[in-house]
């Protein structure tokens, strides 16, 4: 082991850093053990050791980097703190880095923090649209936003060129700071507080045991360790390699300019720092001066072979004027002062973007104990503070406090690693970073990667696509007039889905006519992206795996179909899936596409150690087609020689049939949307002749696609709540309806129990519910998307989380939660008045509890065998 450093032993003010010639003359043949091994000495990794550090596990923290502290990245950072970004969850840590920065300052550490609050100037009527958005929302994550006319802009602010500005937002909590110096700051007190932090120390591997990581091999030795965090910023791919398996960290390195000028007496007005959103330009004032960057279209891979230098700091890459140019002319038209400051140096360095354009944080699904926080997107002065304390509490406590799928590592996939394709969607993420954040915008590079069997035949009947996981999903169908005698002609082009306005989509016509196809004659929907496991074992042990990773009764009859969810130890929804008993030791589970990755990490993580279950990823196997509407029973029955009546295939069950000519098709009797149909999974081999019988037996029932959009709105108007949308890893059953769905009379333990039990007994604090809007012009008023405010009495309760046209209805259609600070009941959900803000614009809506029977020209079925009630069981 390493023995205790004392001050005698080395000479210099930093008793406690240890240089690599130093390090190496302390190791024996015994490896140096520390708890927690921290990867990497810059913003992000200093702030995850000072972290340990508060929580009183300074001794047991060991801080390395291949340099010196500091010495990549940080010390160029723009040192930009703004507390809005995408996601809820993203706000609510840079919070937390504001409470550290701010604590510090007030310390009188010299981090350089000024809190001179942010201008997000708008040029465009939809950006002004998501202005108010943003504002409306500002009331979940507690941020106050001050709304500023373009003349209040220039009052307030002479020195600002605004003719072209619509309008601003000024949030004054916002401010920025030095990273270097908060750097600095950080380590002196991981230091004083018994963290060891070593330099120049390179790692060659990472050691892993029985899927858990042990331990690191090093320049100075092995090190061993119980846990591991990749803060290793451009090299946390690279590092992520060094592991066997691999731990994937999706993030690719791109340039990114600023320019630093000269100090000038423009730079000691109180001046915010300022976001030209439109022009994708900032500017804020540093050291007397000012900088100014901005996020260009078409980045600039850097270290495009995946392998940034080891020894590489920031000598800066060679600024590339020409590139830049673009940004400062914007910058000048904004600030026409700064045509008279003094240029001092124009900064070129290398920022890390992951392929979604949002930070990569948690526990790395290939190997246990190993987390990462990277990828920050050019936020790492947000995220640092928030994200260390995240960091240090997850590896403590053994989870995550909150839901954090939107930004967990677990969300990708291996081909979200590969290097060809990070090159090709790290040129169009830094842009992607000040779009407009119209509603399901898509990314155009990095496409046509996962496709079924069906795309050809999709794409030429009109499909346009969205991208999911990878996976080519048609969100709506274009030119469809039913024009399926045409899918011999040329091949259509690829089309990417787009909506491009807050208001009625482009797109509302075609999804409108699938929809009506569904509910009244028959369509298709392509299902295949869903995640698929088939779960086996010999004996009984994956049914008492199933019946403790589930809340739900899995023990069905062979051919049973049941919807479950998968719960933590807080009660919340791990995952939302549905399981087909195949045979008596056989489950084939159905998950949301977007789990993936997560879903089978959580079930591995269970598995027993003699290996008696076995767990197959089956999503590439199958092709799944969804048949649904009054007509799909009818259809079905021409292709099938199984007798597909309700007393020989009742709703929630699953039997292997013979479409066509193909063999071994498992169809469910369920459609994930409330309407009768079957979810057909067919051997990829015979993908394409099941549908080609579909498509031309369904002609004389007019048949139709169907997209996601579509489907969609028909889970909305019924009342679903789906995973990852709706529900998260803090939602209950009880919270969301779903109580029915829980095994509260058996003996029998699962994840989650005790919480739930807790839970039934205290009561909730918050409940799910529908609400359609009574006063909006679906011409003329902007669209609900989700996350919108939920107010009841005039008070904030709550927000939506989807929302979409309901078609039936014929009104806007929200979902959401409702909160209340003590227990709630269906009482009080019912008597108040409600309205939900949409920009700024509040309208009146009816709420309800449960799953609405819709009007339809057939006969709706009551709820039971032929139609399924998602939402009803109301906790009393």
């Known amino acids: 082991m390493l023995k205790k450093i004392s001050a005698s032993q080395f000479s210099g003010k930093d008793l406690m850093t240890i240089s690599h ?36 596990l300074g001794k047991d923290t060991l801080l390395l ?15 930009f703190v703004g507390v809005y970004k995408q996601t809820p969850v993203e706000s609510m840590l840079v919070k937390e880095s504001l409470a550290l920065y701010r604590k510090l300052h007030d310390e009188g550490h010299d981090i350089g923090w000024n809190q001179c609050g942010s201008l997000l100037l708008a040029q465009t009527r939809d950006r002004v649209t998501a202005f108010r958005r943003m504002k409306a929302a500002a009331v979940q994550r507690d941020i106050h936003c001050e709304w500023l006319q373009p003349e209040a802009i220039e009052k307030r602010y002479p020195y600002l060129a605004t003719k072209d500005v619509l309008a601003g937002i000024f949030i004054p909590e916002d401010g920025t700071i030095l990273p270097e110096k908060l750097c600095n700051v950080l380590v002196h007190q991981c ?9 120049n120390c390179n790692v060659s591997s990472i050691l892993c045991k029985a899927g858990k990581v042990v331990g690191a091999e090093t320049s100075i030795g092995r090190i061993d360790c119980d846990y591991l965090i990749n803060c290793a910023g451009l090299w946390a791919r690279a590092l992520g390699k060094q592991s066997r398996p691999v731990v994937r960290v999706p993030v690719q390195a791109c340039q990114h300019h600023h320019l630093v000028t000269k100090q000038t007496e423009l730079a000691t007005n109180p001046m915010p720092a300022i976001r030209d959103m439109d022009a994708s330009v900032y500017l804020r004032v540093r050291d007397g001066g000012f900088l100014i960057g901005g996020l260009e279209p078409n980045a600039k891979p850097v270290f495009e072979d995946g392998t940034p230098p080891a020894n590489w700091e920031p000598k800066f890459l060679e600024p590339d004027w020409d590139y830049f140019t673009p940004s400062l002319e914007k910058a000048l038209k904004r600030f026409p002062a700064l045509r008279d400051v003094m240029l001092e140096r124009l900064v070129c360095g290398p920022e890390t973007f992951a392929p ?31 994200v260390g304390k995240l960091i240090a509490q997850w590896v403590v406590e053994g989870r995550a406090p909150y839901p954090l799928y939107a930004l967990d590592v677990q969300r990708f996939l291996p081909l979200h690693n590969n290097r060809k394709f990070l090159l090709a969607r790290a040129k169009e993420v830094p842009s992607w970073m000040n779009q407009v954040p119209y509603p399901f915008n898509e990314f155009r590079s990095g496409r046509k990667l996962r496709m079924s069997p069906l795309y050809a035949r999709l794409r030429d009947a009109g499909a346009v696509f969205g991208q999911v996981m990878g996976f080519e999903r048609a969100s709506w169908y274009e030119s469809e007039e039913n024009d399926l005698d045409d899918q011999d002609n040329a091949p259509k082009p690829f089309r990417v889905s787009y909506c491009n306005t807050f208001m009625k989509p ?14 009244e004659s028959v369509a298709v929907a392509n299902y295949s992206s869903f995640t698929k496991f088939d779960l086996k074992s010999s004996e009984t042990q994956v049914t008492d795996l199933l019946q403790y990773l589930c809340s739900n009764d899995v023990d069905i009859p062979v051919g049973g179909v049941i919807h479950t969810g998968m719960q933590n130890e807080r009660g919340g929804y791990e995952n939302d899936v549905s399981l087909a008993r195949i045979n008596d030791n056989h489950y084939m589970m159905i998950a949301p596409t977007v789990q993936q990755t997560k879903c089978l990490a959580w079930i591995r993580r269970y598995l027993p150690k003699d290996g008696s279950v076995s767990v197959s990823d089956v999503t590439s196997t199958y092709t799944s087609i969804c048949v649904m509407g009054p007509m799909s029973r009818s259809l079905l029955m021409e292709l099938t020689d199984v007798d597909m009546s309700p007393r020989s295939f009742p709703f929630f069950t699953c039997q292997e049939i013979d479409i066509g000519h193909a063999s071994g098709v498992r169809a469910m009797n369920l459609t994930h949307v409330g309407e009768l149909g079957w979810v057909l999974y067919i051997p990829n081999e015979y993908a394409l002749h099941v549908y080609d019988r579909l498509i031309e037996h369904g002609k004389k029932y007019g048949i139709r696609h169907c997209g996601w959009f579509a489907t969609r709105t028909l889970r909305i108007e019924r009342f679903y709540a789906f995973w990852g949308q709706d529900l998260d890893a803090n939602t209950t059953p009880l919270e969301c309806g779903r109580a029915f769905r829980v095994k509260f009379n058996s003996n029998m333990d699962f994840l989650g129990k005790e919480a739930l039990v807790r839970q039934r007994e205290a009561g ?27 107010y009841r009495d005039g008070k904030y309760v ?14 806007q259609v929200c979902l959401g939660f409702v909160t209340k600070k003590d227990r709630i009941t269906p009482d009080w959900i019912s008597s108040g008045q409600y309205e939900i803000d949409i920009a700024g614009i509040r309208f009146s809506a009816t709420v309800s509890l449960r799953s609405p029977t819709l009007p339809s020209r057939y006969k709706e079925p009551a709820p039971g065998p032929e139609r399924y009630a998602a939402t009803r069981n109301i906790p009393k």
């Open 798 to 811: 709550g927000m939506t989380t989807t929302a979409g046209y309901g078609f039936t209805f014929g009104k």
């Open 65 to 79: 980097d291949q340099g010196r502290v500091g010495g990549g990245t940080t010390k160029y950072a723009a040192g």
């Open 764 to 790: 909730v604090r918050r409940m799910y519910v529908q609400l359609l809007l009574e006063d909006h012009d679906m011409e003329l008023d902007p669209w609900p998307w989700g996350g919108e405010p939920i």
């Open 506 to 519: 482009p797109w509302f016509s075609n999804v409108r006519d699938e929809y009506w196809a569904c509910r």
């Open 191 to 199: 230091k004083a507080n018994g963290v060891t932090v070593v330099e």
């Open 356 to 386: 979604d354009g949002k930070w990569v944080v948690g526990e790395a699904p290939e190997v246990d104990n190993y987390f990462v926080a990277a990828g920050m997107n050019t936020m790492g002065s947000s995220s640092a503070g928030g």
């Open 21 to 56: 010639r130093k390090t190496k003359r302390l190791l024996t043949s015994s490896a140096m053990k520390k708890k927690y091994v921290i990867c990497g000495a810059g913003l992000q990794g200093t702030a995850v050791a000072h972290a340990f550090s508060l929580m009183g």
